[in-house]
């Protein structure tokens, strides 16, 4: 079984209180009642201060490998990551991966119209315009 991670942070400010990290193999999955009764930082605290994101196993993993810091922002619930050896950004930056696949895909799109560009000029040039 593979378990992905469930990350729990401060309401106030999107810091990370806890990271249960990926578990793997002969694993259980723990409800949050259990996590709140087995780490100290969310069971000292009044539960209405903190919430929680899961994620699927293998989600962002490259990010969490290249990120010196990560939080959360409260409102959407959306990760942020701080890939630089200094404080946190003051605009939250978009995770790296999902960066590299809007990118990816706005490569594709232009590699498509390009195609047909140069399609549509080698017709033109058979067909001996001399405008081309």
Do not use: C, H
């Not at 000292?44 to 990120?67: C, H, M, N, P, W």
């Not at 200094?86 to 390009?114: F, H, I, M, R, Y």
């Amino acid at each position: 079984m593979k378990i992905g991670r469930r990350i729990y942070y401060e309401i106030s400010t999107g810091r990370i209180l806890v990271d249960t990290g990926e578990r793997e193999g002969n694993v259980v999955k723990t409800t949050v009642a259990q996590d709140i009764a087995t780490y100290n930082e969310l069971n000292k605290r009044v539960r209405s201060t903190f919430d929680y994101i899961e994620l699927a196993f293998g989600a962002y993993a490259q990010d969490f490998r290249l990120a010196k810091s990560y939080t959360i922002i409260p409102s959407t619930k959306k990760l942020t990551f701080n890939y630089a050896d200094q404080p946190a950004p003051v605009a939250p930056s978009a995770p790296l991966s999902e960066t590299v696949e809007v990118l990816s895909t706005k490569v594709e799109t232009l590699e498509g119209e390009n195609a047909e560009f140069m399609m549509r000029l080698a017709m033109l040039e058979l067909a001996g315009d001399s405008n081309v």
